[in-house]
């Protein structure tokens, strides 16, 4: 009874409005025809964009948009036909595979600094994107749109900076999965020149310098 008259009284105060209809609209995205072999269910609380894959049918993003349930999705079988390296939900366009990588991102950011970074990677793969045709307008810009207005609220003070810096970091094999996929991603072209051989490079200066101290 509670819980009724307390759902009641946010409608009615015109809180809630926003929850339900995102609600409604997965529970219909849900029970709907899949476009392709590569569509995968919402998650409650998921605000996913609408878009189009490469054959042209208005689909579901698995990336792009807020709320995204990363790991859960990750996680998740089967694999998809478009990038089968990939683990778990496939992206459903080019847009949503850069979504994928800033969402890896931010599972792994420790601080608003990783957050801002994040950011400004992804607006720059956009802007690539944008150049080499790789994904129609349509899919590319509520990417952009969505994290421009967030990078303009943060400097306007009206968002905090480490409003997406999680309370509860993933744990140690969560953050295993999701930088392995990162590492996939940026070994598939999705890294800058060199960013991988150098990343592996450092881990193994690393190792070395930890040898010489033991002695080894």
Do not use: C
Not at 33 to 51: I, M, T
Not at 186 to 206: A, F, Y
């Amino acid at each position: 009874m509670n819980n009724r008259l307390e759902s009641r009284n946010q409608l009615q105060n015109g809180l809630g409005w926003k929850s339900t209809l995102i609600s409604g609209f997965n529970k219909l995205s849900n029970i709907l025809p899949d476009a392709d072999p590569n569509a995968r269910p919402v998650f409650p609380g998921e605000a996913h964009a609408v878009s189009k894959n490469k054959e042209g049918r208005i689909v579901r993003s698995s990336w792009t948009g807020p709320g995204t349930f990363a790991i859960a999705r990750l996680k998740r079988e089967p694999r998809g036909t478009e990038y089968p390296w990939q683990k778990g939900d496939p992206p459903r366009n080019y847009a949503d595979l850069i979504s994928r990588r800033h969402d890896l991102s931010y599972t792994l950011a420790r601080d608003s600094d990783d957050i801002a970074r994040a950011d400004r990677r992804m607006l720059s793969d956009i802007k690539k994107a944008r150049k080499l045709k790789k994904d129609v307008e349509i899919n590319l810009r509520p990417a952009e749109l969505g994290i421009r207005a967030k990078v303009l609220a943060e400097k306007f003070s009206l968002l905090d900076k480490n409003a997406f810096v999680s309370t509860k970091p993933p744990s140690a094999s969560d953050r295993a999965l999701a930088q392995g996929e990162l590492d996939k991603m940026e070994s598939h072209g999705m890294g800058r020149p060199g960013e991988l051989l150098l990343k592996n490079l450092g881990k193994h200066v690393l190792k070395s310098k930890k040898r010489r101290r033991r002695g080894v």
